[in-house]
């Protein structure tokens, strides 16, 4: 954005602040969305209709938009005219300073993902911004509050209307950029390791890919729970990273059989394997566990083949029975938990809480979870 759309939001939410009243009730005309008037001695001009100035001063909105389903072609930058903020009951409306790209919207576009809306549609799941005005009912919110946003679509924007329980307040060291990139890879990791996979102390767990984004939630989350060992897949030049962040014994996946590596330095196997591979690797994995282990599959395994089949069930009928398979699909179960609310209590308790407390530290300390 240009310094001229910058200072243009920061006036919107300095007069949101002051009008206080007005943008919580969202009644009548949204005095909030107007800048500040300053006194001058000279002889009174007659003031602007609100909505004409408003509507001729401020530019048009630019948004992404999904027009149909296929290629990168499908995906239009449009641009719509800019509208005094409404946002209505329980909703706020923030100006989008970051926006985070996913395999799920990757999955959107090509038709994939059954709980995107009608098309044309604007994707996008999760994002960063400031708020610049706060419907009825909206307490904990206030215009210029920077907040990081979980949705089911529509954060490829510059401006959006969200319900307010799905924003977090940012931490103050917390760039938008960091804000945007954080929710769906903690959420996604923090599932699959403690409500599917039950992390406990002493565990071992094998995270592939674990230098992207999950896998890197994954290894920062497995040190808050004491004495846990992490196998990480990932290229050569990225050990060192997953060292720093807490790898125990990083594996090249390029030049090495992971199986093999892991049966070298822990014979029983290990107790937790997050999947995001599917096929014949989800087999090695289930064979890779002790006994009541866990492999967790996610993200890939909801991608079916016109056969009617995913690669990961295809592996399946190899499988003995020594742990289990369990099928975490996403987004699916990120909306279940949107609907629910309890993602904020994960988000705010355990991972948002210490850094909003000004203890950046104990983020990494061991903790109950449940």
């Not at 149909?68 to 903020?85: C, E, H, I, M, N």
């Not at 090509?110 to 708020?131: F, K, N, S, W």
């Not at 903690?186 to 390791?193: D, E, G, K, N, Q």
Request: proline letters at 8%.
């Amino acid at each position: 954005m240009s310094a001229e759309r910058d200072a243009a939001e920061a006036a919107t939410a300095a007069a949101a602040a002051e009008a206080g009243t007005g943008a919580a009730t969202g009644a009548g005309e949204d005095a909030s969305s107007q800048p500040p008037t300053v006194e001058v001695a000279s002889d009174p001009q007659p003031p602007p209709a609100p909505e004409a100035s408003a509507t001729a001063s401020a530019p048009p909105l630019r948004c992404l938009v999904l027009t149909g389903f296929g290629g990168y072609d499908k995906v239009k930058l449009q641009s719509r005219p800019a509208a005094t903020p409404a946002p209505g009951p329980g909703q706020l409306t923030l100006r989008v300073r970051a926006c985070g790209l996913n395999f799920s919207d990757l999955f959107a576009r090509q038709g994939l993902h059954d709980r995107l809306p009608p098309l044309p549609v604007t994707p996008g799941i999760e994002g960063a911004g400031v708020v610049v005005a706060v419907g009825e009912g909206v307490s904990d919110r206030k215009a210029g509050d920077r907040v990081m946003v979980l949705s089911r679509s529509g954060m490829w924007q510059e401006e959006v209307t969200v319900p307010s329980a799905q924003t977090f307040l940012m931490p103050e060291a917390m760039t938008f950029e960091e804000a945007a990139a954080f929710l769906v890879n903690y959420i996604t990791a923090y599932m699959v390791l403690f409500d599917f996979g039950n992390l406990r102390p002493g565990h071992s767990v094998l995270v592939h890919m674990a230098a992207g984004g999950v896998g890197m939630a994954a290894l920062q989350l497995c040190r808050t729970v004491e004495n846990v060992t992490v196998f990480g897949t990932a290229s050569a030049s990225k050990h060192e990273v997953l060292k720093e962040n807490g790898v125990t014994h990083a594996i090249d996946y390029h030049t090495t059989d992971y199986v093999d590596e892991i049966k070298k330095i822990s014979p029983k196997g290990v107790d937790i394997v997050m999947d995001p591979l599917g096929g014949s690797d989800t087999a090695k994995g289930y064979h890779l566990l002790k006994p009541m282990g866990k492999v967790v599959t996610y993200g890939v395994d909801i991608v079916m083949d016109p056969l009617g089949g995913s690669d990961t069930a295809k592996g399946y009928h190899h499988l003995q029975p020594m742990g289990k398979v369990v099928t975490y699909g996403g987004g699916e179960e990120r909306g279940r938990r949107l609907d629910q609310q309890s993602s904020g209590k994960i988000l705010l308790d355990l991972m948002l809480g210490p850094l909003l407390s000004g203890e950046p530290a104990a983020f990494l300390e061991p903790k109950q979870h449940p």
